[in-house]
């Protein structure tokens, strides 16, 4: 006598039951995961920050506690002793990565200090298109990570500018230097609606020229959770939301000279005035 086996068949409901319950679990889950991505994003940030920072004070060990000058190309000065390109870049970033480009004949005319003369040849890392013609073509990392230039070369800590030569440039003059920001996350272009203005964007450093706070605010990124990660010139990293950086603390921890001036005010040597409090 044959066993008869009973076949059960999934009927419509049970399967749109089950679709139901794959989809309520993918919906608590998927943003779950999303944040624990930026989450690792954003350690990683800080991290390359953190080696960032104590790269340049190792540079400035060997060149008498000067910061390196490079505007556009200040990892060129760095890379030397980080030995590890990777560190140059934001993993939240929507900017390029850094690729190895020929360069000839390429006058570092803004080393600073001294080196006026030096001409590279040979390939560098960037982030440039090939025919890029921005920024003199220079070996950049656009929209990663910039140096904070109008603490460190302009307004900051000497309350004036310095023209070609700045105290602030050098450790020896630094005050308090566990609440001022070294470098932060800057803009690229893809992350705002403008048309890519290099006084707003996609530089290596926060320095616009005529300067008032909107143009700071308008380089810097907040594409880290709503807020960004930066180094002090203690070389400690930290992460911040937008809000405190646009407030007073933010704006003493980004230039403390200027920090009392409205966002839309244009700065000058007469505006800002540094006093260590």
């Known amino acids: 006598m044959r066993n008869h086996r009973t076949i059960h068949a999934f009927t419509l409901i049970e399967l749109l039951?089950?679709?139901a319950i794959i989809a309520i679990l993918a919906a608590i889950l998927f943003p779950v995961f999303a944040q624990a991505k930026s989450a690792a994003k954003k350690t990683q940030a800080l991290s390359n920050l953190k080696q960032i920072g104590t790269a340049s004070y190792i540079y400035m060990n060997d060149y008498d506690g000067w910061v390196n000058r490079k505007w556009w190309d200040m990892h060129v000065d760095l890379l030397p002793y980080t030995k590890n390109i990777?560190?140059?870049t934001?993993?939240?970033?929507?900017?390029?990565?850094?690729?190895?480009?020929?360069?000839?004949?390429?006058?570092?005319?803004?080393?600073?200090?001294?080196?006026?003369?030096?001409?590279?040849?040979?390939?560098?890392?960037t982030n440039t298109p090939n025919n890029s013609t921005s920024a003199g073509n220079r070996p950049s990392l656009f929209g990663h990570f910039g140096r904070n230039d109008e603490l460190l070369h302009n307004f900051g800590f000497t309350g004036q500018q310095g023209g070609q030569i700045n105290t602030s440039s050098n450790e020896s003059?630094?005050?308090?230097?566990?609440?001022?920001?070294?470098?932060?996350?800057?803009r690229d272009g893809s992350e705002d609606n403008d048309t890519n203005d290099f006084d707003e964007d996609n530089a290596i450093y926060f320095e616009p020229g005529g300067t008032n706070w909107d143009q700071i605010f308008n380089q810097l990124s907040k594409r880290h959770n709503g807020g960004s990660v930066f180094v002090h010139l203690d070389t400690s990293a930290k992460y911040r939301k937008w809000e405190w950086m646009t407030s007073m603390e933010g704006k003493k921890a980004l230039n403390p000279a200027c920090s009392?001036?409205?966002?839309?005010?244009?700065?000058?040597a007469a505006a800002c005035t540094y006093t260590e409090n």
Do not use: H, M
Not at 98 to 117: K, M
Not at 260 to 268: D, E, G, R, V
């Open 90 to 125: 934001d993993p939240a970033s929507s900017a390029p990565k850094p690729f190895q480009r020929e360069f000839t004949n390429f006058s570092f005319t803004d080393r600073y200090p001294g080196d006026t003369s030096l001409v590279a040849n040979g390939t560098f890392w």
């Open 17 to 19: 039951v089950v679709i």
């Open 86 to 88: 990777d560190i140059f």
């Open 260 to 268: 009392q001036l409205p966002n839309n005010q244009s700065w000058s």
């Open 173 to 186: 003059t630094w005050e308090s230097v566990s609440d001022k920001i070294f470098y932060a996350c800057v």
